[in-house]
Each structure stands twice: as structure tokens, then as C-alpha cells.
């Protein structure tokens, strides 16, 4: 009888950086802490949004992918995904209730309604009918919880994606930068109800990310890399990693770039999305500095070392339990912003604040992951 072949290991960096990806994003979901300083988008054009998003692409090609490489799993896939998907819509909507009542306690018991009028919750007085029709729908988003819509649209059309993974994966990749491209130059997105214009997080271009975390994942799977390590490459990805650090974090530098970003568009009158600063289009910058900065750690043997370090424990941990840490940290942060506009700031509470709302999505997460599970 021949030995079974070795179990493989789960790769520490998707969990570590997913985790780590949570916590920055709880930080800067607090605003005007002195911990956001901290955090990832002061050293670079992206932030943790679009880390999270590669990531989750990256963990839904490694855990479905491989239904969709033989065609007599294809319904089986289907189901597991779309279980999933309705797992997202019912977790988005019992955050957004649950975001509302924070908002709601804290006006209430803090005396001061600021915060209701704060992360699109406005338009529920405003529009109450209209709002209440459009949240359902997903067409109207409260601020700071709308990652989960784009998530769960993303996830609805990946069996399409994963299985043209498996076929063409290039030209899955070429068609992803060109509706990227197109959507960001024509402002094309999924519309919002019943306020105007397109969700923050658009689908339309944010997908790009997600797909490029797929092809990622289904590479992985397959034990191979989707884009193999170069020398080269590696230059010039950590050259754009530290450059983008430096834009940030020097005004100097940001200003010269500014200035040679506006002249490159006015002289050959480059589409507008390809040099801007934009989050809800995902403009040229923010998405070449997180693709950059993956392959830039990625390609690196030390990295997944450290990942695998006792010490990033606790981010595995988090990442292992990336949604329900994810609406937890989400409604705790609103509450928290209600808070704010009546404490006064300093470290002491910005300490109390954010190391007690970590504390609670750790315990989450520890409870989630060692707590027994009932007997079937």
C-alpha cells in the first residue's frame, strides 16, 4: 500500500495579512484616533480596503476553485458559493441594523445626534421610504459597513470567474483590466438608491483586484505561482512601494508628483483614470501600488516565515474569522464615532477605545475558532 501523500499546510500570510488588514481597517474607521497614523494609507497610494479585497479573492479561489476545474462539480460549486453569498447578504444586513442601533444608543444615551446624520444614515430621515426600499437592495450603503455589498456581488459572479480561471486565465485577466479601464473612464457603476451616483466600493472597477486575487488563488491551488519571481520584477515593485511611501509621506515629493501627474495628462490627454486618486473607481495609483506591494511581498521567502512566526498569531486568528470580526468591528466603530463627538481626545481614551474594541473582535474570533462545536 502506498503512504498518503503529505497533508498540505494552510499558507500562514493569507490569514496573517487578511487579520492584519482588519485591524488597520477598525483603526481608520474611528477617525481622528492617533493610531490612524499608523495604519497603511500613510505609507502608500492604497490602504487595507484593497488588501481585503485581494485577500478575499485570494481565499475564494483556493477554497472553490477546484469545483469549477472538473465539469461534474460544477453544481456543486454553484451551491457552495451562492451559500455563501446568502451568508454575506444576511451578515450585511444584521450589521447594518446593528450599525444603526449603535448610532441610535449613542445619540440617545450621549445626548448628541451627530453621528445619525453621519455615513450616509442622513438620507433615513430624509427618505425614510426610499432608504428602507434601497438598503435591502443593496442600493443604499451606511458608510464604513459597505465593503460587504462588493464582496458579495464579486462572490456571486465567481463561478463565471473561476471557471474561465481554470481555461484562459490570461484573458480573464486582460478582460478585467479592460472593464476596469473602461468603467473608470465613462464613470460607470452600479447605481445607488435612492440617493444619486454609484456605490463608494464600485464593483465595476474594484473587481479587478478580486479578480487578480482569484487567478492568485487558483494558481495556488494548482502549486505554482501566477506571476513567478524575478529579479527584475522585484525591483521594480519595491522601487514603486517606496516611492509611493515617499509621495506619502513627504509633501515634497506628492507636490512633484502631482505636478508631473497633471502635466503627463494634459500634454497626451490621458484618460483621467489612469493618474487620479479616487477610492470608489479605483484610479491608476491606488491599483498598481497594491498590486505592486503584493507581489513585492509575496515573492519573498522571509515573509511567509514571519507570518508563520508565534508572534502574527493573533492576525491568523483574525483572519481565520475575517466576517464575523469584520461586522462586529464595523458596528463597534460607529458606536465609537458617536462617542468621540462628546469625550474629549487624547491617547488615553484613543488607547481605551481602540484597544477595547480589538479586544472584543479577538475574543470574537477566539470564541469562533476554539470555542466546541455541538455534536451533530
Known sequence: MEPAPPRKT?????????????????????????YEKFTSRNFGFSDAAEGFVLMSGIAAGLAYSADFRAPMRLWQGLARVWKRVWTLYQVHLLTTAAALGAAAAAAKFLGNSEILFENNMESLWRDPLGTLIGIPLLGHQFGYVNILPLYLVLLFCAPLLLWLAWRWPMRLWAGSFALWFVSGWFYLGLPNYPLNGTWFFNPMTWQVVFVTGLLIGVAMKDNRRLVAVRPWMQALTGAIVIFACAATLFPPVGKVMGHSFWWLKETFHLPWNLLAFDKTFLTGPRLIHILALAYFLSSFPAVRRACAHGLAAPFELLGRQALPVFALGSVLCIGLQGVRHVAPHGVMLDTLFIGGGLALQFALAAARQYWPKPAR
Open 10 to 34: 494552510r499558507d500562514p500570510r493569507l490569514d496573517v495579512f487578511r487579520g492584519l488588514c482588519l485591524v488597520m481597517i477598525f483603526i481608520n474607521h474611528v477617525p481622528g484616533n492617533v
